[in-house]
Nanobody, 115 residues
Framework: QVQLVESGGGLVQAGGSLRLSCVVSGSISSITAMGWYRQAPGKQRELVVTITRDGATNYAGSVKGRFTISRDSAKNTVDLQMNSLKPEDAAVYYC?????????WGQGTQVTVSS
């Protein structure tokens, strides 16, 4: 079992920045990849970025160059630095952990971007 708790969401003006954080606990050694996903109202949940155990990252094209994922093994956190935010980035952001075929999700954190 893996538990994920996100924080850091909020309201920001377009062009601003936010940093999301995900605290990971439980069977951390069994995690094969982690990532951030988002879901806007009326839309499907979509990938923002993933990072594998080896550190390989995969960014959605819409956030590449603006968002950066990082992890701190000592603190068991995975952060998402979001710069140059756009109104279309507004969504609930979810932290995800993959343990082979299983997916674990946090409760989500709301990001609102005003134009």
């Amino acid at each position: 079992q893996v538990q994920l708790v996100e924080s850091g969401g909020g309201l920001v003006q377009a062009g601003g920045s936010l940093r999301l954080s995900c605290v990971v606990s439980g069977s951390i050694s069994s995690i094969t990849a982690m990532g951030w996903y988002r879901q806007a109202p009326g839309k499907q949940r979509e990938l923002v970025v993933t990072i594998t155990r080896d550190g390989a990252t995969n960014y959605a094209g819409s956030v590449k160059g603006r968002f950066t994922i990082s992890r701190d093994s000592a603190k068991n956190t995975v952060d998402l630095q979001m710069n140059s935010l756009k109104p279309e980035d507004a969504a609930v952001y979810y932290c995800n952990a993959k343990v082979w075929a299983a997916n674990y999700w946090g409760q989500g954190t709301q990001v609102t971007v005003s134009s």
